[in-house]
């Protein structure tokens, strides 16, 4: 009796001091994947200052700054599965990104040079400065209350800012995307299949109406628990 009690003691102290290595392996990764996100997101920043004293432009600044950012903005892919918010909530988030990115900015040189562009570029820039290094921070437990402030403020202005950036940026990607058929597929081919790139962007477009609120909501509602201690039960995905 007193020997399968043991038993069960050691087994149990074996299965904590596995989770805690599981736990602090997490944490060392999650404290380098932030540190490096941040330090991605400050070069990008530097990069379009230095760009536009140098130039007294933005135009050519996306083309400048674009494999950087198709590197970090990609690389927040891993996030979707590694972080504990709700896989589709950060999931929305990041595949928007990359779509911005990849299929609208980086592939449609002609908007390259739109206002819009700068705009959301500027916008996700300072939102991600702030929100790795406040992840950083408090993984490190020495989380200044500015930055803390700062995260869970500074996105009621850049969330619809960025996305009035993005929106607009689609808007004036759709006559080219019309003009040059790019990425569609027109019948008849042998696969019998069609795609038009151009109705794809507008229901992209479209998609931003029952989306963007949620992820607003959401960012509120983490604001109202993190900044005044409130306790809010989120649904399971
Ligand atoms: C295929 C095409 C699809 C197209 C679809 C189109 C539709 C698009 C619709 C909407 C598009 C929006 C476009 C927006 C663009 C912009 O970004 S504009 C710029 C302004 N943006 C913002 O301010 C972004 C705000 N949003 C976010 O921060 C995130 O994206 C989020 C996923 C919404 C954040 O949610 P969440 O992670 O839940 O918030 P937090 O409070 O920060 O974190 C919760 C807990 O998780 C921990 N955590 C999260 N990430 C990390 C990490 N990297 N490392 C360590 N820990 C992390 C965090 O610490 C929290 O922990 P606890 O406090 O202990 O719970």
New binding site residues.
């Given amino acids: 009796m007193a020997s399968s009690e043991e038993d069960g003691t050691v087994e149990e102290k074996e299965n904590n001091n596995k989770k805690r290595t599981k736990s602090a392996l997490t944490t060392a990764w999650?404290t380098f994947?932030?540190i490096a996100m941040t330090a991605g997101w400050l070069v990008l920043a530097l990069a379009m200052m230095r760009f536009y004293i140098k130039k007294g432009t933005h135009k050519g600044l996306y083309r400048s700054i674009a494999r950087t950012l198709k590197f970090f903005q990609t690389f927040a892919l891993v996030?979707v599965r590694i972080?504990?918010?709700?896989v589709i909530?950060?999931g929305?988030?990041v595949?928007?990104?990359i779509?911005m990115v990849w299929f609208v900015a980086s592939s449609i040189r002609q908007i390259q040079n739109e206002e819009s562009v700068i705009l959301?570029l500027v916008?996700?820039t300072v939102?991600e400065i702030t929100?790795?290094s406040?992840?950083t921070f408090?993984?490190l437990n020495h989380l200044p209350y500015f930055i803390k402030w700062a995260?869970y403020n500074?996105?009621i202005v850049?969330?619809p800012?960025?996305?009035v950036g993005?929106l607009l940026s689609i808007y004036a990607a759709l006559p080219f995307v019309r003009r040059s058929g790019m990425f569609s597929m027109r019948l008849p081919n042998k696969y019998n299949v069609s795609f038009d790139y151009y109705y794809c962007l507008i229901i992209?477009m479209l998609?931003?109406i029952p989306?963007?609120p949620q992820?607003y909501f959401?960012?509120l509602r983490?604001r109202r628990r993190?900044l005044h201690g409130e306790v809010i039960v989120e649904k399971d995905d």
């Fill in positions: 999650l994947y932030n996030e972080v504990r918010t709700s909530v950060t929305v988030q595949c928007s990104r779509f959301f916008v996700w939102t929100r790795y406040y992840y408090k993984l995260r500074f996105f850049l969330y800012l960025g996305v993005e992209v998609s931003y989306l963007f992820l959401h960012m983490q993190v």
